[in-house]
């Protein structure tokens, strides 16, 4: 038994609202902190759609009293203190940018309980890089979840050669018991799992288009018969967004990366085809 039972989410933004309310669902007590009443009127919004989502779509498929009570398990707040006053576990899921994080952690150092034990919900920084800021390299790791997390419901575990093996399975267990698929890393890797195998297939696939190899239909039609995967990259680009793919590939310094870009901002997002949130991308949803 997980010995998990109040939760504090910081952030609500994308992912912090998913997690909050996936954890919520799965009867958890969540308090769901960000910094302003805007931020949280956000949130609000964000959970009645989840709730929406949960009973709608067949991964779920909650009743409408399993949402119902997913929303009174969540409290909002905008005081850190009231947020993580109780809670075993800290989520934290704020901007992906080092001094954010860093000067939040330092804060949450001296709040929090010194059993409370704090997760990272980072994509690209280590858990290496924010430890020294949390007062208890012992009780910190990362706990990483993937878009949608109520049906792409992975959650990398992945510590760091601080990280107490007991509190490890406690994640572990925190995260199987509140309805994720844990996948344990048993060191620390930049982009978990998950992105070491993706971005270079998504890399690969860009790199073909560019070069004017094969037409997205066609990359994606090999991909699919050949491996029996259900999606291929450029349906996969179209869920992750033409915005964030054209983020990642103009940060990239390779002359093929600088040609995806370029022509993900003038042929989609110059017209608003942003993948599936718009209906249109790659493909016409
Ligand atoms: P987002 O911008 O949608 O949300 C961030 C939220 O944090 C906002 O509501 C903002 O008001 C709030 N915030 C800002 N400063 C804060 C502070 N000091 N304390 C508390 N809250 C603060 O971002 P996101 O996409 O949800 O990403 C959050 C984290 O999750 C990042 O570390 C990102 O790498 C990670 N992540 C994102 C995705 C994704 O697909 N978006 C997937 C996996 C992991």
Redesign the pocket.
């Known amino acids: 038994m997980s010995s998990i039972t109040t939760v504090a989410v910081?952030?609500?933004?994308?992912?912090?609202a998913q997690i909050a309310f996936q954890t919520a669902f799965h009867g958890y007590r969540v308090h769901a902190?960000?910094?302003n009443e805007e931020?949280l009127d956000?949130a609000r919004t964000r959970f009645a759609e989840l709730a929406g989502i949960y009973q709608h779509d067949p991964a779920v498929g909650a009743a409408a009293h399993q949402t119902e009570a997913a929303l009174q398990n969540l409290h909002l707040t905008t005081d850190l203190a009231e947020a993580v006053g109780d809670a075993d576990l800290v989520i934290e899921?704020?901007?992906?940018k080092i001094e954010?994080k860093r000067?939040?952690y330092t804060e949450l150092a001296d709040l929090a309980p010194s059993r409370t034990i704090f997760a990272?919900?980072?994509?690209?920084l280590l858990p290496s890089d924010l430890k020294d800021f949390t007062g208890r390299p012992g009780k910190f790791l990362a706990l990483?979840?993937?878009?949608h997390v109520w049906r792409q419901n992975t959650a990398e575990v992945m510590g760091t050669t601080d990280t107490d093996p007991a509190v490890y399975e406690t994640v572990v267990d925190f995260a199987r018991n509140s309805g994720m698929v844990p996948v344990e890393l048993k060191k620390e890797k930049a982009g978990y799992v998950l992105n070491s195998l993706l971005v270079p297939l998504l890399d690969a696939a860009s790199g073909l288009l560019v070069e004017g190899i094969a037409d997205h239909e066609t990359i994606d039609k090999t991909w699919r018969i050949a491996t029996g995967a259900p999606l291929g990259p450029f349906q996969i680009f179209d869920i992750v967004g033409l915005t964030t793919a054209y983020n990642i590939a103009s940060t990239n310094p390779s002359e093929k990366s600088q040609e995806f870009a370029a022509m993900l901002k003038r042929d989609f997002i110059d017209r608003g085809h942003l993948g599936t949130a718009s209906g249109q991308g790659f493909y016409t949803y």
């Open positions: 910081l952030g609500t933004g994308v992912l912090g902190y960000d910094i931020a956000r899921a704020v901007p992906e954010v000067r939040l990272t919900n980072s994509s690209t990483h979840y993937a878009n």
